[in-house]
């Protein structure tokens, strides 16, 4: 039986869908056709993408040993404002296009997060800007500026918000294919 995944992955755009039959990939964006032998998979990659609107989105990426690639993720827009999260469709099919992958190519790598050489300097980066975030609202402190203390500490709290997911969850690390990153999926529920 085949195993089918829908979505639109942009406000602005039409659905792409993906079919896995045996150990082929049909990719039909509506506009091209493209079949996928999974045997000649390198690496499939799992992501917290931080969404738009609140929403968390988490993406799959899979690349080929000729360097080429696809990806996919878990919301479905219908709208510039209005996105779905496709948390049962998306996790059924996360897990079986890995399965087939794994039978198909016993060689292919399955990693969760971001490449090291994004995510070392992006986590910098933060812990930079926080850090920097705390001193200037200890300088606001120091001078009596207790409203923009104030104010530096809620641009503070949201950052910590919005950042530490993207770094906590993006730490590189291989998985298999039979045990998916519970973290990179939408929560069941």
């Known amino acids: 039986m085949a195993q ?6 942009k406000p602005f755009g039409g659905p792409i ?3 896995i039959k045996g150990d ?4 039909d964006s509506g506009r091209k056709v493209h079949e996928v032998q999974l045997g000649a998979v390198d690496t499939v ?7 738009r609107l609140a929403q968390k989105s988490f993406r799959t990426k899979v690349i080929m040993k000729d360097g080429k690639s696809f990806a996919f993720n878990s919301l479905n ?19 079986a296009l890995c399965d087939t992958i794994a039978r198909a190519n016993p060689q292919a790598r399955f990693v969760a997060g971001k490449p090291w050489g994004l995510w070392v300097p992006t986590s910098a980066l933060a812990v930079a800007s926080l850090l920097t975030m705390v001193y200037l609202i200890w300088q606001a402190l120091q001078m ?20 530490e997911p993207m770094i906590r969850l993006n ?19």
């Open 77 to 95: 827009w219908k709208s510039l404002v209005e996105a779905q999260e496709l948390t049962q469709e998306y996790r059924a099919f996360v897990q």
């Open 171 to 189: 730490k590189p690390r291989p998985f298999r294919s039979g045990a998916l990153p519970e973290e990179m999926l939408p929560k069941a529920g």
């Open 144 to 163: 009596g500026a207790t409203g923009v203390a104030l104010i530096g500490a809620l641009l503070g709290v949201v950052g910590v918000w919005q950042i």
């Open 4 to 9: 089918t995944y829908t979505h639109s992955p």
């Open 45 to 51: 990659r799992m992501t917290y993408e931080p969404g």
């Open 24 to 27: 082929k990939l049909t990719v």
């Open 17 to 19: 869908s993906f079919v």
